[in-house]
Antibody, heavy 124, light 107 residues
Framework: QVQLVESGGGVVQPGGSLSLSCAAS????????LHWVRQAPGKGLEWLAFIRFDASDQYYADSVKGRLTISRDSSKNTLYLQMNNLRAEDTAMYYC?????????????????WGQGTLVTVSS | DIQMTQSPSSLSASVGDRVTITCRASQDVSNYLAWYQQRPGTVPRLLISAASTLRSGVPSRFSGSGSGTDFTLTISSLQPEDVATYYC?????????FGGGTKVEIE
């Protein structure tokens, strides 16, 4: 069955960096686009970033462009999110999510599987 | 960027009631609209894609409709397990914006 397992969250000071990972299994990793989505405590969902199934393209929300970098390693079936210059407002649960459709060349698709999330807290 | 506005932000209804949630896009998103359910303490679950296609395993009391800028999610007969926050999401192009959510409670 499809599994997405995030890791790497924790407490970081403002201005600091953090790298999140999402280990994928149960599907053909190289056939699906992947996303990062976050949810601040008690708030709604915010889409952050997308990477195409073949890693040839990435898209970012304006709110995080320049500070977050999405990447993937097909040899490890793992998705990454490098976060730099973190701010208090970045405090949230961070989820990875998988595209519903395979080999989709465009960014848009619903998310059919989500990981359980990893919590990032930015605080001094 | 296209904004997604849901209404109401919360509602309370009785078991068996028909519940309707509205999602409005600030620009045409065709039928590239998904609905998710997030029960308390859990991760979001995809209910509907392409505005009206029910995902396998989702109860038939859920339905979606609309295209362009106006969409609805309907629960035909509210059940206790439907207590959750519901989100719409555009996926026609980036950014894949979510609506603000609608919290559904039982009276």
């Amino acid at each position: 069955q499809v599994q997405l397992v995030e890791s790497g969250g924790g407490v970081v000071q403002p201005g600091g960096s953090l790298s999140l990972s999402c280990a994928a299994s149960g599907f053909t990793f190289t056939s699906y686009g992947l996303h990062w989505v976050r949810q601040a405590p008690g708030k709604g969902l915010e889409w952050l970033a997308f990477i195409r199934f073949d890693a040839s393209d990435q898209y970012y929300a304006d709110s995080v462009k320049g500070r977050l970098t999405i990447s993937r390693d097909s040899s490890k079936n793992t998705l990454y999110l490098q976060m730099n210059n973190l701010r208090a407002e970045d405090t949230a649960m961070y989820y990875c999510a998988k595209d519903l459709y395979q080999n989709r060349k465009v960014v848009g698709a619903p998310f059919d599987f989500w990981g359980q999330g990893t919590l990032v807290t930015v605080s001094s | 960027d296209i904004q997604m506005t849901q209404s109401p932000s919360s509602l309370s209804a009785s078991v068996g009631d028909r519940v309707t949630i509205t999602c409005r896009a600030s620009q045409d998103v065709s039928n590239y609209l998904a609905w998710y359910q997030q029960r308390p303490g859990t991760v979001p679950r995809l209910l509907i894609s392409a505005a009206s296609t029910l995902r396998s395993g989702v109860p038939s009391r859920f339905s979606g409709s609309g295209s362009g800028t106006d969409f609805t999610l309907t629960i035909s007969s509210l059940q206790p397990e439907d207590v959750a926050t519901y989100y719409c999401q555009r996926y026609d192009s980036a950014p894949l914006t979510f609506g603000g959510g609608t919290k559904v409670e039982i009276e």
